[in-house]
């Protein structure tokens, strides 16, 4: 009777667990679709991230100004780079001057960003809603989720163990870390951890050097 009964509530505690699951799943899931990462709804904005080294030390890595899902300028310790749809520049800085330098190779630039963010959503697993925390002083919804995707159509891909910070109103992206990232070219986990913050600014134009 005994066993039965500890049967019983393992079996109870399972079933309310697989509702609360598949709430959070969903929860990640629109964030893809409409939510704060969602590339055709997010507003212009500045993504900054640095390389967080086992020993604390932090080392950047990438600096991107965004103005709509396929314009950007990323710029990195070995140069910057600005893609518009499919041409693409080189440059020292921000401001250029600009080379014009080899299109990305991309056909369609709208399906690659939305077959990318699709395999990611796709590969989730593991998900936690940790519900609401403090952010820089601020309050935020955290999320977790391990990720592995598909390779793309050039045979790559990218994943890892993400946290990601949004809005109360999960609107907004705010942070991203990502640690034990693989990749197609890399696919051992890595003991780094890559941190990336987001400062939305609607002043942010990419445009084409005349």
């Given at each position: 009777m005994r066993y039965y009964m500890i049967f019983c509530l393992v079996c109870l505690t399972?079933?309310?667990?697989?509702?609360?699951?598949?709430d959070c799943a969903a929860d990640i899931d629109n964030l893809f679709n409409?939510?704060?990462?969602?590339?055709?709804t997010r507003e212009n904005r500045r993504e900054t991230t640095v390389v967080r080294n086992p020993d604390g030390k932090?080392?950047?890595?990438?600096?991107?100004?965004?103005?709509?899902?396929?314009?950007?300028?990323?710029c990195t310790p070995h140069g910057c780079f600005m893609a518009i749809g499919n041409a693409s520049w080189k440059g020292s800085s921000?401001?250029?001057?600009?080379?014009r330098s080899s299109d990305t190779g991309t056909v369609d630039p709208e399906?690659?960003?939305?077959?990318?963010?699709?395999?990611?959503?796709?590969?989730?697993?593991?998900?936690?809603?940790?519900?609401?925390?403090?952010l820089d002083?601020?309050?935020?919804?955290?999320?977790?989720?391990?990720?592995?995707?598909?390779?793309n159509e050039?045979?790559?891909?990218?994943?890892?163990?993400?946290?990601?910070?949004?809005?109360?109103?999960?609107n907004r992206l705010l942070r991203l870390e990502l640690a034990e990232g693989i990749a197609s070219w890399a696919p051992k986990?890595?003991?780094?951890?890559?941190?990336?913050?987001i400062v939305y600014d609607d002043a942010i134009r990419v445009e084409a050097p005349k």
């Open positions: 399972a079933t309310a667990a697989t509702p609360a699951a598949a409409g939510g704060a990462w969602d590339p055709f932090e080392t950047p890595s990438s600096d991107v100004l965004w103005d709509g899902p396929f314009n950007s300028i990323n921000f401001d250029g001057p600009w080379t399906k690659f960003v939305r077959g990318t963010m699709d395999r990611l959503a796709a590969s989730i697993s593991e998900p936690e809603c940790l519900g609401t925390t403090e002083g601020q309050k935020a919804l955290l999320f977790r989720f391990l990720s592995k995707p598909e390779p050039y045979g790559s891909w990218w994943g890892g163990r993400y946290s990601v910070w949004v809005s109360p109103d999960a986990p890595s003991k780094d951890v890559q941190v990336t913050t």
